[in-house]
């Protein structure tokens, strides 16, 4: 984790053939000048310095501390969380949790707000951007980045829902046939693969074993209910899963896993 984002973006011309390309640009990490993004010309990046700027204001906006800067895949996407002050239970259970603010350099997210959380108990961590707090890099993106800097009840507001939803799901019962409809989900397992026609190979089925013993310890512990169920894939994500260091799990594989267990507990809602 980076304590400072103390490097920046810069961006170059392209070339084919020794001929420019007036449609794209590349941009550039400008202290190790690695290549982040090829970009069309329309792309307007967010600098570190306007990151670093925005995430200024909405800790005075807050008066949430900063705990830390990150980045991910070598300065792709970079990261800044400030911790919450308002201390927040699900269920009983003491949360830690964090604002999350983003931005990529790679086209593959716009400027972003969120939030990390991590349950004590058992030190499970998710982390979910609001689609409400999005801004995509338009030209005009840096104006709609403003915008966003008023947006703190729409956080708050989104928290408490995604807080509240957790609760909800303490009390959507489930069984074994839940359980492995959401392994089946997480693994994309094939229909000749569910109806045991092929056999899988031996990195999908242990990552089907390690799943199915992650969700049975949580339910255990938590209940036989969406929640624990939910739980159960942070606990794989957490503990079990090799990841990519990132703060709260906050991007790669193991938010997509977490985003989609998320997903599939949150309908689970809905239907009841």
Not at 5 to 31: C, G, M, P, Q
Not at 177 to 205: C, D, Y
Not at 206 to 231: D, H, K, S
């Amino acid at each position: 984790m980076d304590t400072l984002l103390n490097w920046d973006i810069t961006e170059k011309k392209v070339y084919s053939n020794n001929v420019e390309l007036k449609s794209h640009k590349a941009i550039f990490r400008n202290d190790n000048g690695k290549l982040l993004n090829v970009a069309k010309e329309s792309y307007t990046p967010t600098t570190n310095a306007r990151f670093k700027e925005v995430v200024n204001r909405m800790q005075d906006i807050t008066g949430f501390p900063l705990q830390c800067f990150d980045e991910f895949d070598n300065g792709k996407k970079v990261l800044a969380f400030l911790k919450c002050t308002e201390p927040i239970q699900v269920l009983g259970y003491d949360f830690e949790d964090y604002m999350l603010i983003g931005n990529s350099h790679d086209s593959s997210t716009g400027f972003f707000i969120g939030n990390s959380s991590k349950m004590i108990r058992c030190q499970n961590r998710f982390s979910r951007v609001f689609r409400n707090l999005n801004v995509y890099h338009t030209r005009n993106h840096d104006s709609k980045i403003d915008s966003m800097l008023k947006s703190f009840e729409i956080f708050m507001q989104e928290r408490k829902q995604l807080f509240s939803k957790m609760e909800s799901m303490e009390k959507i019962k489930i069984d074994a046939t839940l359980k492995f409809a959401l392994i089946e989900r997480l693994t994309n397992m094939t229909e000749e693969e569910k109806l045991g026609k092929v056999e899988m190979s031996t990195r999908k089925q242990n990552l089907v074993n390690n799943l199915n013993y992650c969700i049975t310890e949580e339910c255990a512990a938590l209940g036989e209910n969406a929640f624990g169920l939910f739980q159960g894939v942070t606990n794989y994500t957490t503990h079990a899963r090799k990841n990519k260091e990132v703060f709260c799990n906050a991007l790669g594989g193991a938010a997509t896993l977490n985003e989609q267990a998320y997903t599939f507990c949150e309908q689970l809602i809905y239907k009841n």
